[in-house]
């Protein structure tokens, strides 16, 4: 069975960093983009960032424009496992961060994009990061 377990949420003040992992049991990631997204209270499920593998050009990162210069995204496939590490913290970061797990990008088996809840087949629960002011 596959799945994805997410941890390191938690509590911290504005300002601070977290590192969220998520591990894969059942499959190896080499061949997933991993992405990362979260959810707000009261709000969708949005995108954070993803990471796949390019080809010649190697790992290719996206961000959402309200991460980007803030977060790193990164994978060890050794480990089957990948990273979100967020830095200067906002109380807008505040959300449910949830790991998810892609072969392909697809969706109803069209090609879609990779900041689409629908393309990612595998989820993790979530964990949750609170960002006090």
């Known amino acids: 069975q596959k799945q994805l377990v997410e941890t390191g949420g938690g509590l911290v003040q504005a300002g601070d960093s977290v590192r969220l992992s998520c591990s894969a049991s059942g499959f190896n990631i080499r061949t997933y983009v991993m992405g990362w997204f979260r959810q707000a209270p009261g709000k969708e499920r949005e995108f954070v960032a993803a990471?796949?593998?390019?080809?010649?050009?190697?790992?290719?990162?996206d961000y959402a424009d309200s991460v980007e210069d803030r977060f790193t995204v990164s994978r060890d496939n050794s480990k089957d496992t990948a990273y979100l590490q967020m830095n200067s913290l906002k109380t807008e970061d505040t959300a449910i961060y949830y790991c998810a797990a892609a072969d392909g990008l697809y969706c109803g088996g069209s090609k879609n994009l990779v900041l689409s809840t629908c393309s990612y087949e595998y989820w993790g629960p979530g964990t949750r990061v609170t960002v006090s002011s």
């Open positions: 990471i796949n593998w390019s080809g010649r050009s190697g790992w290719n990162a």
